[in-house]
């Protein structure tokens, strides 16, 4: 890195999804401003995401169940990073760690600009009997907007954009093959029923293999693992990638897709990294709230108009029917859907 260049920190710590939509415009920004240098501030497991960044981004991974947890943990960051050697800080994610790291390097003489959460405009868009629901501004806008605020300006019209994952050769395109299927989420308002999905599946590996291609299972944890490799072994044109490669090998096994059908979740982030259209399917979450993945279309999002929707901004509160009717929805009219698509 050379010497008397400016520097800017970009903190978002969580979650994949949030940061992953921070990729397309870090680029972008780093591409438009190449005399500034970028450090993006983020756990040290997404560290992928950045890969093949422009050389003035450089990535920096926090351990926050280790040796950077609690208040004298992110007091060793700073003196890591080096925080007297930056000219600005953007907090992405304005949490208690975020607001203590971003204290301390304005305290210390930091341009500082954090993240409108738009909190309570989020409150009202779950709340059942509010009348007056409006969708709320997208995430990308309001990181947009930290970047507005300390002097870096962006397109107007910010829809095209170069990603590392991402190749503008037509070939490329043509050659894309396969639908992949990313069935599980982190909270159960997320996620479509596991009987239901498995109906999806085995209807579409079979639609699949009669066209001598395949439906790719992505899923992370061991529960999921042991779901998808069962579907692997039980329908035909199906294969399970769970557990199989890394977060930027599966964006780029994504890339080579006609389609991507997945839920409200990180898997739904990653494939818009890939370039690649996507399905999803939406429960107690809506794309009101500013999550829809970059260059997705509401219009792709699959999903039942109900007065109590949403119920969640990250669908982590429990149904007030108990039912989840928000995920009522006939595998039929999935399948249809991703036929329609292909």
């Known amino acids: ?94 949490v208690l760690r975020t607001q203590y790291l971003r204290t301390r390097m304005f305290l210390a003489g930091k341009r500082c600009a954090h993240v409108f959460k738009a909190r309570v405009q989020r409150w009202l868009l779950v709340r059942h009997h509010y009348r007056h629901k409006q969708p709320l501004v997208p995430m990308m806008e309001h990181y947009r907007a930290v970047f507005t605020e300390l002097g870096f300006y962006t397109d107007s019209q910010f829809t095209i954009y170069k990603s590392q994952f991402i190749s503008n050769d037509k070939a490329v395109e043509q050659v894309r ?28 590996g079979k639609k699949m293999a009669s066209r001598g291609e395949k439906v790719y299972l992505f899923g992370g944890g061991d529960k999921e693992k042991d779901i998808l490799n069962s579907w692997e072994q039980k329908y035909e044109g199906v294969e399970s990638l769970a557990g199989k490669n890394r977060m930027d090998e599966e964006i780029e096994i994504m890339r080579s897709l006609r389609l991507m059908l997945t839920m409200d979740s990180a898997n739904m982030h990653m494939a818009s990294l890939a370039g690649t259209r996507v399905l999803s399917v939406w429960g107690a979450t809506h794309p009101w709230a500013g999550f829809l993945g970059f260059g997705q279309k509401e219009s792709d999002c699959i999903q039942r108009d109900l007065p109590c929707r949403p119920c969640s901004i990250y669908g982590n509160r429990y149904c007030v029917y108990r039912d989840y009717r928000c995920l009522d929805i006939e595998p039929k009219t999935i399948i249809e859907r991703v036929e329609a698509a292909l």
């Open 1 to 94: 890195m050379e010497t008397g260049r400016k520097r800017l920190l970009i903190i978002r710590f969580s979650a994949l999804g949030d940061v992953a939509m921070l990729v397309p415009l870090l680029r972008h920004v780093a591409e438009r401003y190449p005399e500034w240098d970028f450090t993006m501030l983020s756990r040290q497991q997404y560290a992928p995401l950045f890969n093949n960044m422009p050389t003035n981004v450089n990535f920096y991974g926090a351990d926050l169940k280790g040796k950077h947890h609690r208040l004298y943990g992110l007091h060793a960051l700073l003196k890591e990073i080096d925080y007297h050697s930056y000219d600005a800080v953007a907090d992405m994610h304005d």
């Open 177 to 204: 093959s396969n639908i992949g299927i990313a069935p599980f989420a982190a909270h159960k308002g997320k996620i479509y029923p596991t009987e239901r999905m498995e109906t999806v599946v085995a209807a579409l």
